[in-house]
Antibody
Framework: EAQLEESGGGLVQPGRSLRLSCAAS????????MHWVRQAPGKGLEWVSGISWNSNDIGYADSVKGRFTISRDNAKNSLYLQMNSLRAEDTALYYCAKGGTPYYSPMAVWGQGTTVTVSS | DIVMTQSPDSLAVSLGERATINCRSGQSVLYSSSNQNYLAWYQQKPGQPPKLLIS???TREPGVPDRFSGSGSGTDFTLTISSLQAEDVALYFC?????????FGQGTRLEIK
């Protein structure tokens, strides 16, 4: 059974950095695109970033472009999100999601999420 | 960016009745060479991550009850629950994965009348 487990969330001051991790298991990680999706408290879903299986295709939401960096380590079955210059509006539950082999595919598996709170 | 607009924002339906949620994209998400619509529907229950229900506009995921169906093409799509069950109370989101940035609708809250 495919599973994703996020970690690295927490309380951080505005302007500081945080690195999220997502550990994958139960599927051949290196074959699939992966994504980060966030959900602010009581709000809808916002796609943050995605990365293709070989890291050749990477995309970001305009709201995080230039501040966040997505990466993956296929040898470690892990996905990462480096978040710099954090703002209050980045406060959300961050989900890791498994895409498909083509970069543009639905997200069939989701983790439980890790909470990021940006506040002084 | 492709803007996804769902209607209604909330919906109350009696048990056993039909529930219909609409989703409109700001531009077509139909990839002509494959004749596939890059449109998915997700269900999110309180305290849980989203769950993929429908992909490619009308393909039900394994294990999803057949009372859930998706239809539409191009820019207009519909999620239908043919006979509402108590466990279907949730938030529902449409999503386009046709182009970056991937975008979601604002969500529709489905409740029991």
């Amino acid at each position: 059974e495919a599973q994703l487990e996020e970690s690295g969330g927490g309380l951080v001051q505005p302007g500081r950095s945080l690195r999220l991790s997502c550990a994958a298991s139960g599927f051949t990680f290196e074959n699939y695109a992966m994504h980060w999706v966030r959900q602010a408290p009581g709000k809808g879903l916002e796609w943050v970033s995605g990365i293709s299986w070989n890291s050749n295709d990477i995309g970001y939401a305009d709201s995080v472009k230039g501040r966040f960096t997505i990466s993956r380590d296929n040898a470690k079955n892990s996905l990462y999100l480096q978040m710099n210059s954090l703002r209050a509006e980045d406060t959300a539950l961050y989900y890791c999601a498994k895409g498909g082999t083509p970069y543009y595919s639905p997200m069939a598996v989701w983790g439980q999420g890790t909470t990021v709170t940006v506040s002084s | 960016d492709i803007v996804m607009t769902q209607s209604p924002d909330s919906l109350a339906v009696s048990l056993g009745e039909r529930a219909t949620i609409n989703c409109r994209s700001g531009q077509s998400v139909l990839y002509s060479s494959s004749n596939q619509n890059y449109l998915a529907w997700y269900q999110q229950k309180p305290g849980q991550p989203p769950k993929l229900l429908i992909s490619w506009a009308s393909t039900r995921e394994p294990g999803v009850p057949d009372r859930f169906s998706g239809s539409g093409s191009g820019t207009d799509f519909t999620l239908t629950i043919s006979s509402l069950q108590a466990e279907d109370v949730a938030l529902y989101f449409c999503q386009q994965y046709y182009s970056s940035p991937i975008t979601f609708g604002q969500g529709t809250r489905l409740e029991i009348k």
